[in-house]
């Protein structure tokens, strides 16, 4: 008898938070894949853009620079959580509790080359980071948004390569020199445009 | 003046159901690794491009200026609050950059570089 006591309760705390949680999202994106240095270890020789292309694929975005070429590899883990809860058990049908939270794991591969196809140098990151979040009580609806990742969802750049020309003034002006463009270097998923290259657009 | 006492109860109870408050933070970038420690062993004509590379990883963007190559290294911290109360709200958003910026020639030697992380990031 007294378990039933301890099912039954646990049910209807079940059903209360799901009465209460009127609004619980979860998102997780996947964007290209793994990367590991191990791939370009250093055997004692110089390695060409031919061996590169062999143990890594086609890169996920390449450009001239300076006297050479560079080329990277991405892979992003993108998790984003939001929780909506009414405060209607309080009487207050006209606010809720909102709490959003985001974290990624990105890795990143850039190798240079010479205008001879050797690689001149290599760069590698892997990192997993807070990405944001935020908490409010908010009247009717969202006002505010605690969660934003949308920036880190956009397409390869090479995707824009001709719609780039129909953008808004300050934006089509600067696309020969972007450097998310693919064309006079490359750029880094998720890199804040309110300082640096793209700062005026 | 008892509707206008009643009015202006109803007025400010009102307002305070439709009163919310906010607050987030966002981040973006590079992890900082541009720190004293590791610029100090930078130096202009001599370092080359694939040991800043080793040092400080992969930039957030490898810009080419004709012969000369620059990595720019970014992350950027904005925190927000504010406050809803539907006919009057108010945010208010701080932003913070920390920087690193690397000139190199056309023989990959680091020719001028200049780095800043901001108080806050130490905090």
Known sequence: MPERRADAAVALVLLLGL???????????????????DTLSDTGQTLTLTDVLARLGPPARLSAVGEGYVLAWEYWQIREDTIGMSLGFLGVDLASVDWGDAHMHGEFLLVTLDRQHQVTATGFARWSSDAGGGQAIQPF??????????????????????SGQLEPLPTAINNSSRPDMGQSGIQRRGTPTGTGQQSLE | MNRHFV??????????LLSGCAQYENRRGVEVT??????DRLVRGETTRKEVLRLLGPPSQVISMEEETVLYYLFERSKGEGVILIVYNRMKIDTDYDRAVLFFDENDILTDFATRIDDAADA
């Not at chain 2, 009015?7 to 305070?16: C, D, E, P, R």
């Open chain 2, 34 to 39: 541009w720190q004293d420690s590791v610029t």
């Open chain 1, 19 to 37: 009465l209460l949680l009127s609004g619980c999202t979860q998102w997780r994106y996947e964007l290209g894949t793994r990367v590991s240095p």
């Open chain 1, 141 to 162: 609806a969202g006002w505010v948004s605690l969660v934003d990742v949308d920036d880190m969802l956009a397409d390869m750049p090479q995707h824009q390569w001709g």
């Open chain 2, 7 to 16: 009015t202006g109860l109803i007025a400010l109870v009102f307002t305070g």
